[in-house]
């Protein structure tokens, strides 16, 4: 049972990243996943989640309108696209399973 991210890197403000996380070792398409994130001296957040089939997302509100939560249950991955980056969404991001268990995460660095 693995979740792996990918994706992460150094990216000014305003720009844009895609992270992947490659699911194996269960029924992926069975499982709710999400992405949450921390920043350094802070709790890990949720943010954002998207259901078995892919029809409902739910995201938090300091990423509404800039992030997009996806999957593809064929190739066992879930994404997230992150759109105009801001410097406050510096954070190692991992994605999530609930029974499955975290990814290794995948550092997010917002800097000009």
């Known amino acids: 049972v693995q979740l792996v991210e990918s994706g992460g890197g150094l990216v000014q403000p305003g720009g844009s990243l895609r992270l992947s996380c490659a699911a194996s070792?269960?029924?992926?398409?069975?499982?709710?996943m999400s992405w949450y994130r921390q920043a350094p001296g802070k709790e890990r957040e949720q943010v954002a989640t998207?259901?078995?089939?892919?029809?409902?997302?739910n995201y938090a509100d300091s990423v509404k309108g800039r992030f997009t939560i996806s999957r593809d249950n064929a190739k066992n991955t879930v994404y997230l696209q992150m759109n105009s980056l801001k410097p406050e969404d510096t954070a190692v991001y991992y994605c999530?399973?609930?029974?499955?268990?975290w990814g290794q995460g995948t550092q997010v660095t917002v800097s000009s």
């Open positions: 070792g269960f029924t992926f398409s069975s499982y709710r």
């Open positions: 999530y399973a609930l029974s499955v268990g």
């Open positions: 998207i259901t078995k089939g892919g029809g409902m997302t």
